[in-house]
């Protein structure tokens, strides 16, 4: 339930290499402050598995753990970020990934989206979660969701009562095609090659907020929180 449902809260940038808890802490942002999240890891998946042209086109990549290039992913983004939901704010989860993506989505946010009437704040708040890697690798690896209502549980931290069964609507949960060991690497290698950089140009841009992702959830997210407070404030 949004506990605020008229304030503008403005474009939310998490960044973080996979595993770093980006998904779970958008769910929770998204709930408080009533704004969408807009997973672009979700929105390719959902094009693979309708089997759209851009699904087609980022299906062998996403399975190779590499990113899918910058032109088809900037062109799903902005046909997301037009919709009437992102109004008063909107939590981007996993974009921008690459240096060009990030000046993209300034260039946008700059010329197309600035609309005064819109109570939208211009620039993004960016979060950084930072994580130990061994954390992450037992992250990505006890990761299962389930393919009905999307909550992501951990075998290791957050276990669903029932082994592999979704609490909520008793479907049986699934692993993400790329978080096979093999494919992990390969993510991480392109999180720390091609995504570093753009929180080199937030942080050059004094943008840049870092969150300790290594803390229980909870506390996390009650981090968080506080960020986005104080930026209004
Ligand atoms: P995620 O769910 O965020 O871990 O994303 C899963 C996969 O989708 C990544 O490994 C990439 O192949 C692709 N992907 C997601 N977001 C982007 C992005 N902003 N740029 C390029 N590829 C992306």
Not at 39 to 64: F, I
Not at 94 to 106: E, I, K
């Amino acid at each position: 339930m949004a506990q605020e449902t008229s304030r503008a809260v403005g474009p939310i940038v998490l960044l973080g290499p996979p595993g770093a808890g980006k998904g779970t802490q958008a769910k929770r942002i998204m709930e408080h402050y009533g704004i969408p999240q807009i997973s672009t890891g979700d929105l390719l998946r959902e094009n693979v598995n309708l089997g759209t042209e851009l699904g087609q086109a980022a299906k062998a990549v996403m399975a190779r753990g590499e990113l899918v290039c910058d032109e088809l992913v900037c062109n799903m983004v902005r046909h997301r970020l037009i919709q009437p939901d992102t109004r008063r704010g909107y939590i981007l989860d996993g974009f921008p990934r690459t240096a060009a993506q990030a000046g993209w989505l300034d260039a946008l946010l700059d010329h197309e989206l600035f609309d005064k009437s819109r109570p939208t704040r211009a620039w993004p708040i960016v979060i950084q979660l930072d994580v130990d890697y061994n954390q992450l690798l037992l992250r990505i690896t006890g990761r299962r969701t389930c393919p009905a209502d999307g909550k992501i549980y951990n075998v290791h931290f957050q276990p669903p009562r029932v082994d592999e069964i979704c609490d909520i609507d008793g479907t049986k949960l699934v692993s993400r095609n790329d978080d096979r060991l093999e494919v992990i690497q390969p993510r991480l290698t392109a999180y720390q090659e091609q995504t570093r950089p753009v929180a080199e140009y937030y942080q050059r841009t004094g943008r840049l907020i870092s969150v300790n992702g290594d803390v229980p959830m909870d506390a996390v997210t009650d981090e968080i929180f506080r960020v986005l407070e104080d930026h209004h404030a």
